[in-house]
């Protein structure tokens, strides 16, 4: 069974930094295409960040909206994954979600990361003040 728990969340002032770290279980990361998602009160569900190793090459994308600020990188030997995130501004003020999908039905570039996420962790408070 597919497991994903996030931790590392918190209340931060603007310009801060915090790391989130997804653990997960029941499978092994090099099969997978993991993801980071945020959900702001009243928006919509946002893509943050992909990674995955199709073909033996790493392989991220991030949204516009956290280039240049947020890293993703994961440990297949931990079979995790983490988001270390700089700079942050009010904005970035939302529940971060971990997801995971099978990496053959999914695409990861550096312009946008496809796929139909079906397995997703609890979801962790992110907060900036401003």
């Known amino acids: 069974e597919v497991q994903l728990v996030e931790s590392g969340g918190g209340l931060v002032p603007a310009g801060g930094s915090l790391r989130l770290s997804c653990a997960a279980s029941?499978?092994?990361?090099?099969?997978?295409?993991m993801g980071w998602f945020r959900q702001a009160p009243g928006k919509e569900r946002e893509e943050v960040s992909c990674?995955?190793?199709?073909?033996?090459?790493?392989?991220?994308y991030y949204a516009d909206s956290v280039k240049g600020r947020f890293t993703i990188s994961s440990d297949s030997v931990k079979n995790t994954v983490t988001l270390q995130m700089d700079n942050l501004n009010p904005e970035d003020t939302a529940v971060y979600y971990c997801?995971?999908?099978?990496?053959?039905?999914?695409?990861?570039?550096?312009?946008?990361?496809?796929?139909?996420?079906?397995?997703w962790g609890q979801g962790t408070q992110v907060t900036v003040s401003s």
């Open positions: 997801a995971a999908h099978p990496i053959e039905w999914t695409l990861v570039t550096t312009k946008y990361c496809l796929g139909d996420f079906g397995s």
């Open positions: 990674i995955n190793r199709y073909d033996d090459y790493g392989n991220t």
């Open positions: 029941g499978f092994t990361l090099e099969d997978y295409t």
